[in-house]
């Protein structure tokens, strides 16, 4: 896996190396204009004014193109690099993209670290903890930060969201949404909070007494923006249909309803019980607890 991905990281660093050439010609062309102004009689404090250089810099490079035109940088005995640009690029794929425990998604740095010591095999040497920050800050990674994200599964998911955008935007009289939040907890506190003062802030009892938990199930009407809502003591199947019940029976007689079943998305009135149609409308929201 790891070298599968090298050739990708390959070319991603190319493009850094690309952005880095045409800095360097934006910098010869810098220098280009001193000999250039030098030439129009301009004296070197005024030019080393223009460019923002030292004077002797100015004097540098006014010298270098009279005697060879050679504008670039001469190479530089640098010393060699320890770990070559393919061990720094597996280093990179290693870190960012294998799991060192289940259910543990990144490494430390030291843990790297160690780890790479005992299976040099991996990258082919090992490395310091503090080369591995070098590399992944070069090239711009933070592995330890993450965000969610939501894959989509459903193939029939766009026309489903444009249906349901378009009631957004287009609500009918009678379209409600319908959530529930559970187990919410009832909680007071132990003293009462103290005022702000002079310099110092409000305090809070930081311990509170548990009072048990409660669900809130609520309507919501997207067009006038009113709420229906009903704290209950849990979300079974039975309250759910008291809740939609209670909700029904808020609406005129004569406004259109759901069908019984939860697949059919007709309209239809209350010629058929109310009862019977929260009954089996609460069985399609029926919650099944997940046994741990």
Sequence with gaps: MIIDTVDELFHDNHTSKAKHQSAGIRQIEE?????????????LGT??????????????????????????DQKRNGRPPVYNEKTQLKTIAFYC???PLPGCNRWSLR??????????EIIGCSMSHSTIQRILKRHALLPHLHKYFLAITDPDFFPK??????????????LFNFDEC????????????????S????????????????????????????????????????????VFKEHVNTLP?????????????????????????CQRLADTWKYVPIRK
Aim: hydrophobic fraction near 30%; proline fraction near 7%; include cysteine.
């Design 97 to 99: 993209q294998v799991s």
């Design 111 to 120: 843990w790297a670290e160690n780890y790479l010591k005992e299976h040099s």
């Design 47 to 72: 030019i080393a004014w223009f460019t923002n250089r030292h004077i002797t810099t100015v004097r540098k490079w006014i010298m270098r193109s009279k005697n060879d035109g050679e504008l670039c």
């Design 253 to 277: 007689s004569d406004a259109p309803l759901p069908a019984d079943d939860g697949h059919d998305h007709k309209l239809h009135h209350r010629s058929i019980s109310d009862h019977k149609r």
């Design 31 to 43: 220098r280009a204009e001193m000999p250039a102004l030098a030439h129009g009689e301009v004296n």
């Design 161 to 174: 969201m444009e249906h349901i955008v378009n009631l957004c935007l287009h609500p009918p009289e009678y």
């Design 199 to 242: 310099n110092k802030p409000r305090y809070e009892e930081f311990e509170y007494r548990r009072n048990g938990t409660i669900d809130l199930m609520a309507f919501l009407n997207p067009k006038t923006g009113k709420v229906f809502g009903r704290c209950t003591p849990n979300h079974n199947t039975q309250t759910l249909s008291r």
């Design 182 to 197: 559970t187990a919410l907890q009832a909680k007071s506190t132990l003293a009462p909070e103290l005022p702000a003062v």
